[in-house]
């Protein structure tokens, strides 16, 4: 059986402006703090260790929601009420409660604290201790599929690496799980021993099925892949100017962001070609990265189509995950950095800019909320946005997962909607050339009430014959 990626995009191209009115209207949000009943921390409260602050949305569950600063705050309803800081009971004999890695698995929660792993059911309130990790460990990574009912989607949902970040490769003690970290098993790369640099990660690419390991070398970075034919060569080589973050953007589009105060970077086929970020103004390149522009990161937000940054600098910029380039834009400016700030994408176009609260009176947080239209800001004519080319483009097969088999056909249709004046070319894709080829075309198919052309257009994948195809699993179109 073969599953299959596909991805498809459009020309739709970033519409943006800078204003006077403010970005985003502060709001607080407080709760349960009318009667004063005080609620206690119990255990050990858990803190970030690399003094920046952090937030990690559930890809799949919209409201979950991990803070990770001087704080941890773990959210079941966006925050949208005041919360205890998160902590581990002490019987977990955590010893310093300090975390360096977390991640979501299905609904469980992996915390690497104090160089242990350790999972929260947030869902049974249980805390489990991992079994099968004998070395110190700095981070946990995966991924997560959010077509549930699929067995394909679950696996990929339940597997999960550990590793100690900065680790010499050639003799990393690396750990793999299959069962969102409860247990985890010694997992080693075909010739692993004999690369040479320091481990900066390591994924697992569902778009490409492959796994990928992050050598990191004299300031310079790139990926060695598991299997054929990637295994033969490694990824183009990248910038590694500091200890760089990265993100998996969800979607399994094999889509990574890679970014530390100085450096923003995206690649676009799980790490094949990893590229600055340039920063734009109108269809102008400013400048080519962000090392360039000399701003300073504090963080990073991304859904599987936008990317937002706030920086030191009291500014936030955007732009797209396009398929075909990233830049980002500059927002007008407002005092909305702090420390404790984070970003927070709460839905397609809406940003938020949330802020953890301490309460003189109440061990509970608050949290400040500024949230931030993104498209009603796109419109101000002062960002030169280019206007968008599709006013609508809709497939059925939007967060479907399909799987074909050799031999069998699948053929998957979308309507396209051109602005009126305009001839954009949608470009469909598969994300693993290795396993699957495709054939697409494009039609007129009648018009809308309002007199506009409809385009359909239809895409038919196929597997390639096994002998020239490889181990063909992937996620969805
Ligand atoms: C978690 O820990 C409890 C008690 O320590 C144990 O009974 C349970 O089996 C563990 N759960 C898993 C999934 O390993
Ligand atoms: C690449 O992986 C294939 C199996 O997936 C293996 O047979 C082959 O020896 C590997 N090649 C290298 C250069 O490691
Ligand atoms: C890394 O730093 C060098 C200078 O030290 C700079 O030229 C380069 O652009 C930086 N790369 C990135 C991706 O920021
Ligand atoms: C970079 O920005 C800092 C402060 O924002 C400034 O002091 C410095 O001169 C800038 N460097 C360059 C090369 O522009």
């Not at 803070?67 to 919360?83: A, D, I, P």
């Not at 581990?88 to 977390?102: D, R």
């Amino acid at each position: 059986m073969l599953l299959l990626m596909l991805v498809a995009a459009t020309t739709l191209r970033l519409c943006p402006l800078a204003r006077a009115q403010p970005l985003c209207r502060i709001r607080t949000v407080r709760t349960g703090k009318v009667f004063h009943v005080r609620e206690q921390i119990q255990g050990d409260r858990l803190y970030s260790s690399s003094g920046t602050t952090r937030l990690m949305k559930h890809p799949c569950k919209k409201n979950i929601a991990l803070y990770l600063g001087r704080q941890v705050f773990l959210t079941k309803n966006s925050f949208e009420s005041s919360l205890l800081p998160f902590s581990i009971p002490t019987s977990m004999q955590v010893g310093i409660p300090e975390v360096t890695s977390a991640h979501f698995a299905g609904s469980v929660l992996l915390l690497v604290v104090n160089r242990k792993v350790y999972v929260y059911d947030y869902e049974a309130n249980s805390w489990n201790a991992s079994t099968g990790v004998e070395h110190p460990v700095s981070h946990i990574s995966g991924d997560n599929c959010c077509y549930s009912g699929n067995s394909f989607c679950m696996d990929i949902s339940n597997s999960v690496f550990a590793y100690l970040h900065g680790d010499q490769i050639s003799q990393a003690n690396i750990y793999f799980s299959n069962t969102r970290g409860y247990r985890f098993q010694k997992y080693s790369q075909e010739r692993q021993a004999e690369l040479v640099g320091s481990l900066g990660g390591i994924f697992y690419f569902y778009s490409l099925s492959q796994v990928g390991l992050l050598l990191v070398d004299q300031r310079k970075a790139m990926f060695g892949y598991s299997d054929h034919p990637l295994n033969r060569s490694f990824g183009l080589p990248f910038d590694y100017n500091g200890t760089l973050e990265i993100l998996t953007a969800p979607g399994q589009k094999g889509i990574l962001i890679f970014w530390f105060e100085k450096s923003l970077l995206v690649s676009r086929n799980a790490g094949q070609l990893v590229n600055p970020v340039q920063v734009r103004e109108g269809q102008h390149i400013l400048y080519s990265s962000i090392f360039e522009a000399n701003i300073t990161i504090h963080n990073v937000a991304a859904n599987e189509n936008e990317l937002a940054v706030l920086t030191r600098e009291n500014n936030l910029y955007y732009g797209s995950l396009g398929i075909l380039s990233s830049s980002l834009i500059k927002f007008a400016d407002q005092n909305i950095w702090s420390e404790e700030a984070v970003l927070m994408f709460t839905d397609v176009g809406m940003l938020e800019i949330l802020t953890p609260l301490p309460d003189s009176t109440f061990p509970a947080f608050d949290f400040q909320k500024c949230p931030v239209n993104i498209q009603a800001t796109l419109m101000d004519p002062q960002l030169q946005v280019d206007v968008c080319k599709v006013e609508l483009l809709q497939g059925e097969f939007e967060n479907k997962m399909y799987t074909i088999d050799m031999n069998s056909e699948l053929e998957l249709t979308a309507l396209m909607i051109p602005r009126p004046g305009t001839s954009p070319v949608p470009l469909v894709m598969v994300s693993n050339p290795h396993s699957l080829g495709l054939q697409a075309v494009i039609y007129e198919d009648g018009y809308t009430y309002d007199g506009d052309t409809k385009h359909r257009v239809v895409s038919s994948p196929y597997p390639y014959p096994p002998q020239t195809r490889i181990n063909g699993r992937g996620a969805r179109p």
